[in-house]
């Protein structure tokens, strides 16, 4: 199937490192952006060489974000990277887990045409996000409302896919506004458009971070293990090494230096200081995402257990995640061995 989707017109990255095919297990992870900077722990975790080091082909593709759900509940992609977006699918009812919070806070700016000169302007234009209910979807009606605009009335918000099809749609004039990421906010601020609003200034919610199916996790608990100590090194690398990411980025990326180096110092101001997050700030997200959805039924979110990774192996500690089914229907996952 992921086949199939990656060629019905999608915009479609794929990113891995030259590897061997000996001993190397193919491993899929999908998020929705392309240049979004977002991802660059990941990448660089890749670069690096920690997966192959674990055995693992580690290829990230680039798919819409409602997609990269649907890929991931039929086994097509093995993970996806956005920890908001499993979040909101766990409240929707997916067997899905949160692996890893890495980011704290959306690097999501409300970018603007330059004619755009205030929120007044906006009204009645069109704003881009990436799909609805992803975290740009997300950030975009936050940002409206924070200026005193209804996103339901007052705008209309167009799902155009990955970020740089909105780059391009705002460039051309399809739409007006739209909801970028780092690096593109500040590349489009350098070339004059303006940044109605920063959604980072109040959506301290989780925005990337590994999830899985309950089904893999269940089925694969080894493939998860070397997926996240190599995950870990990789985090690790990116917030020690601040030149050896810039460099990276700008050859990635295509970016200067100043424009590495800033985005590299929203990110490091962002990041957790462990892969994961305080409990209040994963309630908030389940909060904001049950509100969102429009949910009439109140579902029950309870505490499982996360891996806590080493060289040596794995550990378990509690940790308030979401949980996408009833507590009284099924029992906690277990990633640990001979489970």
């Not at 999908?30 to 977002?38: A, N, T």
């Not at 940002?143 to 909105?166: K, Q």
């Amino acid at each position: 199937m992921l086949k199939a989707v990656l060629t019905v017109g999608l915009f479609v990255f794929c990113w891995s490192a030259g590897v061997s095919a000996h001993a190397q297990e193919r491993v899929i992870v999908s998020h929705s952006v392309r240049g979004s900077l977002s991802i660059g722990p990941l990448l660089y975790g890749i670069q690096k060489g920690f997966y192959r080091e674990e055995g693992i082909d580690l290829l990230y593709v680039s798919i819409r974000a409602d997609l990269g759900l649907k890929t991931l509940m039929t086994g097509d992609v093995d993970f996806i990277y956005s920890a908001g977006t499993g979040i909101r699918a766990a409240v929707q009812g997916l067997p899905v887990k949160i692996l890893s919070l890495d980011f704290t806070k959306v690097f999501h700016s409300l970018m603007a045409r330059p004619e755009i000169t205030s929120a007044a302007v906006l009204k009645g234009k069109k704003v881009a996000v990436s799909s609805f209910g992803a975290t740009t979807d997300l950030s975009a009606r936050a940002s409206l409302r924070a200026l005193g605009l209804d996103p339901a009335r007052d705008v209309t918000i167009l799902a155009l896919g990955g970020d740089t099809v909105r780059f391009a749609a705002l460039q051309s004039g399809t739409v007006q506004a739209a909801m970028m990421s780092l690096p593109l906010n500040i590349q489009l601020k350098k070339l004059g458009y303006r940044e109605l609003f920063y959604a980072g200034k109040i959506l301290h919610e989780p925005l990337t971070g590994l999830v899985a199916s309950n089904e893999k996790i269940k089925n694969n608990p080894q493939q998860i293990r070397k997926v996240m100590r190599a995950f870990v090194r990789g985090m690790s690398a990116f917030k020690t090494e601040r030149a050896g990411f810039v460099s990276f980025a700008q050859k990635k990326f295509s970016l200067t230096k100043d424009v590495a180096e800033e985005a590299y110092d929203y990110m490091v101001d962002s990041l957790s200081s462990d892969g994961f997050v305080e409990d209040a700030v994963i309630d908030n997200a389940i909060q904001t995402a049950k509100k969102n959805a429009r949910r009439e039924q109140t579902r029950k979110f309870s505490r499982y257990r996360r891996l806590q990774l080493s060289s040596g192996g794995v550990e378990k500690r509690q940790v308030t995640a979401a949980r996408g089914v009833p507590e009284h229907s099924r029992q906690p996952t277990s990633c640990s061995e001979g489970t």
